[in-house]
């Protein structure tokens, strides 16, 4: 058993929210609560818009930027960064999470947030690790600068072999811009994986943190 509950704070992706990525993580959820391990899942409050069509108006699609699935990954700006760093600034600090998992667009905020904590661009507490689940490198022109320096938090990079959003060049180079991050490389595509394998490692990453 661990030590102590040690508390996530978990970030959907585009045309996603946190409901969806919860449940796509249920299992790992429910063995992880166990070691006590705890998720929380926050919905961006910016709405989804777009002017694709889709068959699935009525779900409550979020966003932390505009984009579509065309240039979702080499957008240049990102439109409401700002207001999404505010947002995330403000849940991190409701509660005393010790780490920030993010999918997707929303592993992209979490990069932006992490650097921006680390080189003292906001003030708020450091989170003691960073988990990135089919993430990419940032595209935004402006903000793409901050990786002159690597990002120091302990991360985990999760990534499929088969993402048809990002591949694995782009997880190559995900992978320097952090210092010596784990990495795990699952055989599916654009999700979190729940493989035995995969949870295994997410596990033993986890529970170094449980005595911090």
Known sequence: MSNRTIKIL?????RHNSQLLKKSMESTIKKLSKLGIEFDFFDSPIKYCTSENTNNEDVDYRQWWS?????????????????????????????????????????VLVQIFAYQIQ?????????????????SPISD?????????QILYKTLIMS???????DMNRTTTLIKYFK?????????????????????????????????
């Open 67 to 107: 984009a579509n699935r065309e240039n979702a990954l080499t957008i240049e700006v990102y439109d409401t960064i700002k207001e999404s760093l505010q947002n995330l600034k403000h849940k991190w600090e409701s509660s005393k999470y010790d780490g920030l998992l993010g999918f997707s667009q929303g592993s």
């Open 160 to 166: 499929g072999s088969k993402d048809p959003l990002v």
């Open 10 to 14: 978990c970030l959907h992706g585009l």
């Open 119 to 135: 080189n003292k661009i906001i003030s708020t507490y450091d989170p003691n690790f960073l988990i990135l689940v089919s993430s």
């Open 141 to 149: 022109t402006d903000y793409k600068e901050y990786y002159k320096s």
């Open 180 to 212: 010596d991050p784990e990495v795990i490389i699952h055989s599916g595509g654009h999700y979190f994986s729940t493989s035995s394998e995969a949870y295994q490692l997410l596990k033993n990453f986890l529970l170094k943190f449980t005595n911090c």
